[in-house]
């Protein structure tokens, strides 16, 4: 079974600033999607960013970025410029691309930006 | 374009009632995930639904939980006789065949008194 960890529940960022939130994963397959999820207060979940397993560049959205390391099963998510905005849950999540797939989370990560 | 619709936003049960809650997935979404939070905690997949089909449940309780996704209407998440473990943030989520993206909704969340 595929599992998804995020091993630090807790981060903090000065306004500005530049944090980055690890994950890791296990797999056996080759070919999958990795995301990262924010969930600000409101509870809403919105799609930060998405990297496809066979692409070796980097996925990049705005201030957004992430490091996917797949030999070593990591994907961080690196946030330039943190903003105010940016204080949220943030969950890491894994599915599999062949067929009828579910979405698994990691347990995530609630980032406070400091101003 | 609306959004993945989750009705109620509140719902509160006491012990041993029924809990129904509702999604209606965006325009041309034919596939359906519920998922439920705990608090402080992330998001347990519970059931993947295709129009008329259960095609994976592997993450409900085997009592109590049901989940359908009929040809006409919203998606239902049905729990029977609840408990106060039950009390949690219930997420839907959807997406079309051709896309692996969840598009979630804004959750129910279910007090159990």
């Known amino acids: 079974a595929q599992t998804v960890t995020q091993s630090q529940p807790e981060m903090s960022v000065q306004e500005a600033e530049t944090v980055t939130l690890s994950c890791t994963y296990d797999?056996?397959?080759?070919?999958?999607?990795l995301f990262w999820y924010k969930q600000p207060p409101s509870r809403q979940m919105i799609l930060v960013i998405r990297?496809?397993?066979?692409?070796?560049q980097n996925a990049t959205e705005n201030r957004f970025s992430v490091n996917f390391q797949k030999a070593a099963k990591s994907f961080s998510l690196k946030i330039s410029d943190s903003q105010l905005g940016d204080a949220a849950m943030y969950f890491c999540?894994?599915?599999?691309?062949?067929?009828?797939?579910?979405?698994?989370f990691g347990t995530g990560t609630k980032l406070q930006v400091i101003p | 374009n609306a959004g993945v619709m989750q009705n109620p936003r509140h719902l509160v049960r006491r012990r041993g009632q029924e809990a129904r809650l509702r999604c209606s997935p965006m325009?041309?979404?034919?596939?359906v995930y519920w998922y439920r939070q705990l608090p402080e905690e992330g998001l347990k997949f519970m059931v993947y639904?295709?129009?008329?089909?259960?095609?994976?449940e592997s993450g409900m309780p085997k009592e109590r939980f049901s989940a359908e996704f009929p040809k006409e209407g919203p998606s239902i998440l049905r729990i029977q006789q609840v408990v106060r473990g039950d009390s949690a943030a219930y997420f839907c989520?959807?997406?079309?065949?051709?896309?692996?993206?969840?598009?979630f909704g804004s959750g129910t969340q279910l007090s159990v008194l």
């Open positions: 639904l295709q129009k008329e089909n259960i095609i994976d």
């Open positions: 325009k041309g979404h034919s596939h």
């Open positions: 999540a894994y599915r599999f691309s062949g067929g009828y797939q579910k979405v698994t």
């Open positions: 990297q496809e397993a066979y692409k070796q």
């Open positions: 989520a959807s997406s079309p065949w051709t896309d692996e993206k969840l598009f």
């Open positions: 797999t056996s397959e080759s070919d999958y999607y």
